[in-house]
C-alpha cells in the first residue's frame, strides 16, 4: 500500500473517489495543501511490563487534514551509551518494539483505528523503513474538530539502562487550507467527479433479454 506516491496523478484520485468523493471533489479542484507533521510522544519511566500511557495530538490542527504516512521511532538514550553497539542495539529495539497501541479518533464523530490492542509496527512505519507499509490507505481524513488519541502498552520487562525508553509517533498529512471536507455536498462532489471522468456513472438495472 503506497500511500506518498507523488505526484498526485489521476489513477490515484480516482481510487480516492471510491472511498471519499469529497476529498477526490477537492483534488480536482485544486485546493491548497500544506504540509504539516504532528508528533504523539510517550516516556516510559518504569522497567514493568504491560505499562500503559496515553498520548494525542498537543495542539488543534488548523485545517482538516489528509492524512499521509504514519511513522514511528523509539529513543534510548541510555542503552548502550557508549558501546558500539549501541546503533545495532536500537535499531532492533525500534523493529522489535514490543509495543502495542491501540489508536482511536475523539470528537464530534468517534471511531476506533484498531479493535483492540495491536503491535505498533503493524500499524505504522518505522522511520527509517519503506513509505506505507501500515494502515492508512490514501483517503483517510482527520478534521480539525477531531484529534487522535493512542494508548501505548509496553508488552515486554525493559532492562534498567533502558528507561526513560520514548515512543515518538510522527503523522505526515496534508492539511486542506482554507476549506472543511464536511461542507461540500456528497452529491455535488459525486456530479462534478463524473463531468470530469472520474467517477463513473451508477449503472441502470436491465431487463435481462429472452433466448
Known amino acids: 500500500m503506497e500511500n506518498v506516491a507523488w505526484p498526485i496523478n489521476m489513477d490515484m484520485i480516482r481510487s480516492i473517489a471510491m472511498l471519499n468523493p469529497r476529498l477526490a471533489y477537492l483534488l480536482v479542484r485544486g485546493n491548497q495543501l500544506v504540509p504539516r507533521a504532528y508528533n504523539i510522544e510517550v516516556t516510559f ?3 514493568a511490563a504491560d505499562e500503559e500511557l496515553t498520548g494525542a495530538l498537543y ?4 485545517q482538516d487534514a489528509w492524512i499521509r504516512d504514519l511513522r514511528y521511532t523509539i529513543r534510548r538514550p541510555d542503552a548502550f551509551a557508549g558501546n558500539i553497539a549501541k546503533w545495532q542495539s536500537d535499531n ?3 523493529l522489535e518494539s514490543y509495543i502495542d497501541v491501540f489508536v482511536r479518533i475523539e470528537g464530534i464523530d468517534k471511531y476506533k483505528i484498531t479493535n483492540s490492542f495491536t503491535p505498533l509496527e503493524s500499524i ?3 522511520t527509517n523503513g519503506a513509505p506505507g507499509a501500515n494502515v492508512l490507505g490514501n ?3 482527520v478534521t480539525r474538530d477531531q484529534n487522535i488519541y493512542v494508548d501505548f502498552k509496553t508488552k515486554r520487562t525493559l532492562l534498567e539502562d533502558e528507561v526513560p525508553y520514548t515512543v515518538i509517533m510522527t503523522i505526515h498529512m ?3 487550507s482554507g476549506c472543511s471536507l464536511k461542507a461540500v455536498d456528497y452529491t455535488e462532489a459525486l456530479c462534478a467527479l463524473r463531468k470530469v471522468g472520474i467517477c463513473p456513472e451508477v449503472c441502470e438495472q436491465t431487463t435481462p433479454q429472452r433466448r
Open 45 to 47: 519511566e518504569d522497567t
Open 59 to 62: 495542539e488543534r490542527m488548523f
Open 92 to 94: 532492533y529495539a525500534a
Open 124 to 126: 505504522a512505519s518505522h
Open 139 to 141: 483517503a483517510w481524513v
Open 174 to 176: 496534508l492539511e486542506l
